[in-house]
């Protein structure tokens, strides 16, 4: 390849990255619904350019999306490895409540790819469900977490506690909530545990 050639490509995965951080910051700011020209005008670049590597909207979130579901995913065995069960699912959970409070609007989103096997983030999701569904069974074979809760369930009250903080009315008090609900998903300690794992 010729360092022209070479230099246009370095250009043009600067220009993609480039456009994907902005595009984080502008959606953090006013949802899946942000203005792609905005995005182009802040990233320095001409809407042309956005275009040229994400030809619709819906292109740009999965770009978005798969990096941060798969980093979420990762997460996900990392934690499955390294803590107590009950201390990885709580953990989990919160951090994926504050993935989808910071991409304002994906609940709808991510509940539209679950349910069609169509779209390009529909693995994504499958396995974003699998990775918490992993870590509640392992909560609950330690006898830690309920037993009456699926990962159906987790993936929905993940997407009920993001939609809570997407609410400028909640928003102050979506952590809390957040945190509420991960330790909901516990079982209460029985009297007497102490004694008897003494």
Not at 26 to 34: F, K, N, T
Not at 124 to 133: I, P, Q, Y
Not at 172 to 193: K, T, W
Request: aromatic content about 6%; some cysteine; hydrophobic content about 45%.
């Amino acid at each position: 390849m010729s360092v022209l050639g070479f230099r246009m490509r370095a250009d043009a995965k600067k220009n993609y990255e480039g456009l994907l951080a902005v595009a984080r910051e502008v959606i953090a700011e006013q949802g899946v619904d942000a203005s792609l020209r905005d995005i182009a005008r802040r990233a320095d670049v001409g809407l042309a350019t956005l275009y040229r590597h994400f030809p619709t909207r819906e292109a740009l979130l999965e770009a978005l999306l798969q990096k941060a579901l798969s980093d979420l995913i990762a997460r996900s065995e990392i934690l499955y490895r390294s803590d107590l069960p009950a201390v990885a699912l709580t953990t989990w959970f919160i951090e994926a409540t504050t993935f989808v409070h910071v991409f304002k609007g994906i609940v709808d989103l991510m509940a539209e790819a679950l349910a069609d096997p169509g779209s390009a983030l529909h693995e994504d999701c499958k396995n974003l469900r699998a990775a918490g569904t992993k870590l509640l069974r392992s909560a609950q074979q330690a006898g830690v977490a309920r037993k009456d809760v699926d990962g159906d369930d987790l993936f929905a009250l993940i997407g009920a506690a993001g939609w809570i903080g997407d609410q400028p009315a909640f928003e102050d008090r979506a952590d809390r909530l957040a945190s509420f609900i991960a330790n909901a998903l516990m079982c209460p300690p029985q009297e007497g545990d102490s004694a008897g794992s003494s």
